[in-house]
C-alpha cells in the first residue's frame, strides 16, 4: 500500500478515479448512525475502501460480474469484512441484491463504469488492442457471448449497428464488410488481427490523428458482450428509486455514450412531470431530485498527469430531495 499525493491510501498501483470528489460529494448522505452505499461496479474496491475508511459506521455493498474483481475486493476490505456485502452479480440486479441483504433503502450509491484496469491489464482478457490476446472482452467469464462470436457470427448489418451506436464509428459500414469479408477467409479469433482488419478499413487520412482506429471498434464490441448500457439504463434508475431523503448518487462515465445516458436519467428526474400551466405544481409531479454538479465534471489536469486512465472520466451526482408521493 502507498499514499498518493493527498494521503489518500493506494493499493497496488491502483488510482480510483476522481477519488476526493467523489467522497465529498458522498459525504453529506453519510451522517445518519446507519449509513448504507452501493458500489455498483466495485472493481478493485479503491472507492469502497476509502469510503469505509472515512465512515466508520458506513455499510457498503459492492457488486460487480467479474469473479476475480471480487476475489481481490474481499481481500483488500478485509478489514472492513464487518461492514461489508460484496456479491457477484450485474448491476442491473441491484434490486434483487438490496432485497437479499435486507436493505430495501440506502443512502447512496456509486456507479464507476466501464472496464476496470486489471480486465485492461491482463492480456488474456482480450479487452484492449495493445495486446496480442484472444477476442474474449466477457466481464463475467462463464456467460456464453464472447467477442469472437459476436465478430464471426454476428451480419454485416448487425455489425455496423453496433459499430455505430456502441462505438460511434463513422466508417462502421466500411469496418463491418471488411471483417465480413476477412472472416471468410479465416475465423478472426484474436484481438491483433482485428485490430489489423480495422486499421485497414479506415481511410489513410483519418487513420493519422484521433489515436488507434480500433479504440471505437473495440468498445463497441465490449459494450455488445457485456450489455453495458443496458444494464445502466436499469440500475440507475433502481439506485435512484432506492435512496432515501437526502440520499446520493455519482456516476463516473468514460465515454460518451454511458455520459449521455446517466444525464438523460438524472435530468429526468429532476424536471417537473406535470401538465404546464398550472398555477401551482402538484405534490406528485414536482422534482424528487436535484443535480449537484453543473454539466459533468472532469479530473483534474494534475490527476490526469498522475493517472492517465482518469483522463476521459465525467462525473454526474444528484440527491434526492423529496420522497415519492402516493398517488392513489
Not at 436493505?103 to 479487452?127: K, Y
Not at 448487425?158 to 471468410?184: C, K, M, N, S, W
Request: charged share 30%; proline share 7%; hydrophobic share 40%.
Amino acid at each position: 500500500m502507498r499514499a498518493d499525493d493527498n494521503g489518500l491510501q493506494v493499493r497496488g498501483g491502483h488510482v480510483p478515479v476522481m477519488l476526493e470528489r467523489v467522497l465529498e460529494l458522498l459525504a453529506p448522505a453519510l451522517t445518519g448512525p446507519d449509513p448504507v452505499v452501493v458500489d455498483a461496479n466495485l472493481g478493485l474496491g479503491g472507492h469502497a475502501e476509502a469510503l469505509l475508511a472515512a465512515h466508520p459506521s458506513l455499510h457498503l455493498i459492492g457488486i460487480d460480474r467479474d469473479p476475480t474483481a471480487i476475489e481481490r475486493s474481499t481481500v483488500r476490505l478485509a478489514p472492513y469484512a464487518g461492514r461489508t456485502t460484496l456479491v457477484r452479480a450485474v448491476s442491473d440486479e441491484l434490486p434483487d441484491v438490496l432485497a437479499r441483504a435486507g436493505r430495501r433503502r440506502i443512502d447512496g450509491a456509486l456507479f464507476d463504469l466501464g472496464v476496470s484496469s486489471p480486465q485492461l491489464d491482463e492480456a488474456e482478457r482480450g479487452f484492449a488492442y495493445s495486446y496480442d490476446a484472444p477476442l474474449d472482452m466477457r466481464m463475467d467469464r462463464e456467460q456464453e457471448l464472447t467477442a469472437e462470436q459476436v465478430v464471426n457470427t454476428y451480419s454485416a448489418g448487425e455489425l455496423t449497428r453496433i459499430l455505430r451506436d456502441y462505438g460511434e464509428e463513422r466508417f462502421a459500414p466500411r469496418v463491418a464488410r471488411l471483417i465480413t469479408q476477412e472472416r471468410a477467409k479465416e475465423a478472426i479469433t484474436s484481438t491483433k488481427r482485428l485490430a489489423e482488419i480495422v486499421k485497414m478499413a479506415i481511410p489513410a487520412a483519418t487513420r493519422r490523428t484521433g489515436g488507434n482506429p480500433a479504440k471505437r471498434t473495440f468498445q463497441a464490441l465490449r459494450i455488445e458482450v457485456n450489455g453495458e448500457l443496458t444494464a445502466l439504463d436499469e440500475a440507475l434508475p433502481a439506485a435512484l428509486d432506492a435512496l432515501v431523503l437526502g440520499g446520493r448518487v455519482v456516476v463516473l462515465a468514460y465515454h460518451s455514450l454511458e455520459d449521455r445516458l446517466t444525464k438523460q436519467v438524472l435530468v429526468a428526474r429532476t424536471k417537473e412531470t406535470g401538465p404546464p400551466g398550472l398555477p401551482v405544481p402538484l405534490p406528485a409531479h414536482q422534482p424528487r431530485f436535484r443535480l449537484l454538479t453543473r454539466g459533468a465534471e472532469l479530473p483534474s489536469e494534475e490527476e490526469v498527469a498522475r493517472n492517465p486512465r482518469a483522463a476521459s472520466a465525467r462525473l454526474r451526482a444528484a440527491e434526492r430531495i423529496r420522497e415519492p408521493v402516493d398517488e392513489d
